[in-house]
């Protein structure tokens, strides 16, 4: 079930265009990268993070990129996996988050699924979170 060497480039380009429209705070540009079934689900890591459905994740997006923050992730590790027509994704990185001249690194994990439509690879589900500090035993 390893994704073959194309479609893990596409899956990668595609979390490439998301680190791009949110480092550029372009709510078109990341929503595009989304299917737009009414069943397709973005949750991140605030309470209030989730949309179902293309103008809820539209509405997420605009929230998160009205911020003076911006945001974009660099991926240290991924795990790639793909049948017929849809393809999973688990990945660890950094989220750096910019505001004016300042920048912080923090931990980031994603889920992902995607869904091939025609030569498209476009998300389904998205789950990103940001782990928390392992506890002291």
Known sequence: MKADAKTEEAILGKLR???????KQDVEGAL?????DA???MMGSE?????VGSENIRSVFKRLLSRRETYRWEW????LAASGSVAWILANGECH????KTETVSPY???GVFERRGDRWLWVLFHGSEPMP????
């Open 17 to 23: 265009g998301f680190s791009e429209s949110f480092s």
């Open 32 to 36: 595009g990268l989304f299917a737009t």
């Open 39 to 41: 069943e397709v689900v």
């Open 47 to 51: 309470e209030w993070e989730m949309g």
């Open 76 to 79: 240290k590790w991924h795990t």
């Open 97 to 100: 988050t910019r505001a004016g």
């Open 109 to 111: 994990r994603l889920s």
């Open 134 to 137: 392992a506890a002291k035993e």
